[in-house]
């Protein structure tokens, strides 16, 4: 855990292993993460850390941890199988 203006945030997910990791570049259409963004989530009320990148527009992008293999083919839960990707890009790979 990681305090962050009097917060607790969880610092050592898959996630920002992930981002430190493999980078902060999406694997796909290259959008790089520039910030991190203090968030809290509404069931929990914990906060957490999101990465953004900001697109050609001035639009913010979040990034997420992919799995290169889905889960739903078999794909692990482990560090090699992640990898950095936009939201856009993840949503558009879809269960490929």
């Known amino acids: 855990m990681v305090m962050i203006n009097g917060d607790k945030i ?6 920002f ?3 430190f990791t493999k ?3 999406c694997a796909c259409c290259g959008i790089e ?4 963004g203090k968030e809290k989530d509404f069931e929990s009320k914990r906060y ?7 697109d050609e527009s001035g639009n913010e992008v979040l990034m997420t941890k992919d799995h290169i293999v889905p889960r739903s083919k078999g794909g692990a839960s482990e560090l090699y199988n992640y990898q950095t990707m936009c ?3 993840n949503v558009a790979k879809g269960n490929n």
Not at 10 to 15: A, F, V, W
């Open 23 to 25: 980078g902060l570049k």
């Open 17 to 19: 292993q992930t981002f």
């Open 10 to 15: 969880k610092g050592n997910s898959q996630r």
């Open 33 to 36: 993460g520039k910030y991190f």
């Open 87 to 89: 939201a856009k890009c």
């Open 48 to 54: 957490h850390l999101n990465l953004y990148a900001i």
